[in-house]
T-cell receptor, first 115, second 115 residues
Framework: ELKVEQNPLFLSMQEGKNYTIYCNYSTTSDRLYWYRQDPGKSLESLFVLLSNGAVKQEGRLMASLDTKARLSTLHITAAVHDLSATYFCAVRPNAGGTSYGKLTFGQGTILTVHP | DGGITQSPKYLFRKEGQNVTLSCEQNLNHDAMYWYRQDPGQGLRLIYYSQIVNDFQKGDIAEGYSVSREKKESFPLTVTSAQKNPTAFYLC??????????????FGDGTRLSIL
């Protein structure tokens, strides 16, 4: 069974600081997704990482994928209040299934950015 | 604009009652998914469908049923057999036309509570 674990689960940051959220997964995969969810809202796609060493950046967020370590990171640079949200990683395993196969989500990291 | 429409936004279920959550998409996506989200947890897959008239159980299908009679529609019925239905339900879709690794697009969700 594929397991996806994020840490930390809760992150309280000051504006202007840097921090990293980690996403570990338990099976072979080179397809990893990061999503953002605002309270009571739907999920918004942030990044799609499709190969070992992939790095994507958008504004103050940068995501990377290390398939050998089965690890993805979401790095936050100079945090601002607008980044407060819950961040999920999701993994689709390589083996079996079809191209539209199931995603397994991490538990989510609740990020709060304080002035 | 294309998107996924879920209705109703809020739904209350009486004990012993079946309720149906609607999910409609006009993105011309082949694959559709239903997830359940409990407070402080990640998303868990209930059912998914890759093509009309076909669907598969996800990780927590017991107490739920679905149909896929049209490409645009993937309704979820929460039956009386689901003893703990209170949760936030999210519908998602994706398509091979935009590449098999494209992220899933999500609706705005339905919040279901027991009366």
């Amino acid at each position: 069974e594929l397991k996806v674990e994020q840490n930390p689960l809760f992150l309280s940051m000051q504006e202007g600081k840097n921090y990293t959220i980690y996403c570990n997964y338990s099976t072979t995969s080179d397809r990893l997704y990061w999503y953002r969810q605002d309270p009571g809202k739907s999920l918004e796609s942030l990044f799609v990482l499709l190969s070992n060493g992939a790095v994507k950046q958008e504004g103050r967020l940068m995501a990377s994928l290390d398939t050998k370590a089965r690890l993805s990171t979401l790095h936050i640079t100079a945090a601002v209040h607008d980044l407060s949200a819950t961040y999920f990683c999701a993994v689709r395993p390589n083996a079996g299934g079809t191209s539209y196969g199931k995603l397994t989500f991490g538990q989510g990291t609740i990020l709060t950015v304080h002035p | 604009d294309g998107g996924i429409t879920q209705s109703p936004k809020y739904l209350f279920r009486k004990e012993g009652q079946n309720v149906t959550l609607s999910c409609e998409q006009n993105l011309n996506h082949d694959a559709m998914y239903w997830y359940r989200q409990d407070p402080g947890q990640g998303l868990r897959l209930i059912y998914y469908s890759q093509i009309v008239n076909d669907f598969q159980k996800g990780d927590i299908a017991e107490g739920y049923s679905v149909s896929r009679e049209k490409k645009e529609s993937f309704p979820l019925t929460v039956t009386s057999a689901q003893k703990n239905p209170t949760a936030f339900y999210l519908c998602a879709s994706t398509s091979p036309l935009t590449g098999p690794n494209q992220p899933q697009h999500f609706g705005d969700g339905t919040r279901l509570s027991i009366l």
